[in-house]
């Protein structure tokens, strides 16, 4: 598959940008899917951990991009468990 691709790329140098932007596109979605799946909120071991998302801070930037939350003035509001 890589042999085939590098053969084009010799043949048609105008293919060179293309194949530079999907490689970035597939290396940025791989690196975005890694980090959904190792974030707080998912669970992988349901018998010592059954509820994460209770144990996080209030003041945890949980979300990717945080406009109008300053989270380093939440408090806890609620039970602790």
Not at 8 to 17: D, S, T
């Amino acid at each position: 598959m890589i042999r085939i691709a590098m053969e084009h790329a010799k043949k048609h140098p105008g293919l060179i940008p293309q194949f530079i932007v999907v490689l970035l596109g597939v290396g940025g979605a791989s690196m975005y899917l890694f980090r959904l799946a190792n974030g707080p909120h998912v669970n992988w071991n349901k018998k010592n951990n059954p509820e994460p998302w209770n144990k996080l801070d209030p003041t945890y930037q949980y979300k990717f991009v945080a406009i109008n939350t300053d989270y380093k003035k939440l408090k806890k509001e609620g039970p602790q468990f």
